[in-house]
């Protein structure tokens, strides 16, 4: 006999179809080799003492600090860790319990069925002379020879901004903004390329977003997380997607010290609160696209904290676009000039 400890295995049932197990018990075991951990914030210490004991009831746990068991606070932080079943049970025994269990039960369920979404890689083309990577910098037919490079590389989306939003960017006026944008929109349109890939228009600017949706585009890629009516009500009379960035400040201050007291919390309650808004103006969320904006108002460890959690906000049911390229971070793990860093940026990807 000899045994050896298994890596992660990514298509359980596919593994345990290999080993011969038989098909009813296959769907059954693979549920019991996917573990879960939530973090659980401020859980009302009673409700902590009951989870903790419906979870070790069926073979699961709640990781606690000293203090709980004689409700020293009020509340306390709280770590659940279990397989996809006992997740199912407990989404379902914790809808009877009082002190906020119901709520959370609610959540796990959210968790346990997620909706999926094929991979898509987007190209990104600014169409200005100030972004941070020179390298994505074309203009007018350059721009349109680029586009359909990246698309027979393999991009899906093309993601066409026209204004810098580095750190530390100067705002550009409306009419310049529009003037930089209207060649290459033109030019999508004339030779049809939007057939061949959805367009992004990178823009909070509703003059601008509306050109280019009138041009073929069919995204709004919206680095101020939809706080514009106007940006959505496009969305809603165009039927195009809009993806909402969290930033904490504008590209000119949203550097200089960003503080959370928990990013994913703040992250969290700003999507939960931008969604709403979004569906109260008749956009849906299958047409709601979430990005975290790493780089936007957050440190090195924000931006780590939120893309080693990034399946937690699949809780929406939204898709989740992550824009990690070549950004500061990936200099403040391993040194290195902005053209260095398209190993970085596969690697965080």
Avoid: W
């Avoid at 993601?159 to 100067?170: L, T």
């Avoid at 009419?175 to 990178?202: G, Q, W």
């Avoid at 928990?262 to 992250?267: A, L, R, S, Y």
């Amino acid at each position: 006999m000899y045994i050896y400890k298994l890596g992660n295995i990514k298509d359980k049932k596919e593994a345990l179809k290999t080993l011969g197990v038989e098909s009813g018990g296959i769907s059954i075991m693979a549920k019991k080799m996917e573990l879960f951990y939530f973090f659980i914030k401020d859980l009302k210490t009673p409700a902590a003492n009951i989870l903790k004991q419906d979870a070790l009831s069926i073979g699961a746990d709640l990781a606690v600090p000293g203090g709980v068991i004689l409700c020293e606070k009020p509340a306390y932080d709280c770590i659940l860790i279990g397989s996809r079943k006992h997740m199912e049970i407990l989404s379902k025994k914790e809808l009877a319990q009082p002190f906020g269990l119901k709520a959370l039960a609610v959540e796990l369920k959210k968790f346990l069925f997620l909706n999926t979404f094929p991979l898509q890689i987007m190209g990104v083309i600014n169409a200005n002379d100030d972004s941070f990577f020179e390298g994505s910098r074309f203009v007018a037919e350059d721009a349109i020879i680029q586009c359909e490079r990246m698309i027979e590389e393999g991009a899906s989306i093309i993601d066409i901004g026209a204004v810098s939003s580095r750190p530390g960017a100067d705002a550009v006026s409306v009419n310049e903004e529009l003037e930089r944008m209207k060649p290459v929109c033109d030019m999508i349109h004339a030779e049809k390329l939007y057939e061949k890939a959805t367009f992004s228009v990178d823009s909070y600017t509703p003059d601008v977003v509306e050109y280019a949706l009138n041009r073929g585009f069919t995204m709004i890629n919206d680095i101020t997380g939809a706080s514009n009516d106007d940006i959505i009500k496009l969305a809603v009379k165009h039927e195009a997607k809009l993806c909402i960035m969290h930033m904490q400040g504008t590209p000119k201050t949203m550097q200089k010290d960003p503080v959370y007291d928990d990013v994913m919390v703040e992250v969290n309650d700003f999507f939960e609160e931008r969604i709403t808004k979004c569906e109260k103006l008749g956009l849906g969320r299958e047409n709601i696209i979430l990005d975290v904006g790493i780089g936007f108002g957050k440190t090195l460890e924000h931006n780590i904290t939120l893309i080693k959690n990034l399946a937690h906000f699949k809780h929406f049911g939204c898709e989740i676009l992550l824009g990690a390229s070549r950004k500061s971070m990936i200099d403040k793990i391993s040194p290195s000039v902005t053209a260095q860093r398209l190993y970085g940026s596969v690697a965080d990807h």
